[in-house]
């Protein structure tokens, strides 16, 4: 049963979902003059809702010593936060306001959606993944 998509309809009315698009991590490529760099998929969208974290969001994550703006982010869809051994993580969240997101840690993960800890990236005008048009 899928619970979620039977209060979805109730959330949405406080906190609308929003357009996001998902840059999926492929892995390190190693550039010419030796140094490593991350290289991704090509852009997903989805839609997903944004919102604070919660305490015992914050108290999941106290011990992993993590830092910068932080929100947690429910996905209809699935992301991967980092998982050495399977090569994975370091995904890439953007907002419509052209924010970029690195997938911290997923906090809860099923067949149909996700919610996951992300953290704001610093970039000086971030090139936009896809242009939003309104009628």
């Known amino acids: 049963m899928n619970l979620h998509g039977i209060v979805t ?3 949405n ?3 609308p979902p929003v357009l996001l698009s998902i840059q999926v ?3 390190p490529t190693t550039n010419p003059d030796g140094t490593r760099a991350p290289t991704y998929a090509p852009p997903q969208t989805c839609t997903g809702q944004i919102q604070p974290l919660q ?3 914050i108290i999941q994550m106290e011990s992993l010593i993590l830092q910068g703006e932080r929100r947690k982010i429910y996905i209809n869809g699935n992301v991967d936060g980092l998982v050495r051994v399977e090569n994975k993580g370091g995904d890439l969240i953007t907002d419509s ?3 970029v ?3 911290a840690f997923v906090s809860e993960d099923w067949p149909d959606w996700c919610a996951v800890a992300v953290t704001l990236q610093d970039q000086v005008n971030p090139p936009p993944l896809w242009s939003f048009t309104t009628s």
């Open 9 to 11: 309809g109730a959330i």
């Open 97 to 99: 306001d052209g924010n």
């Open 101 to 103: 997101w690195l997938v």
């Open 25 to 27: 991590n492929t892995g």
């Open 13 to 15: 009315t406080i906190n």
């Open 55 to 57: 305490y015992t969001d």
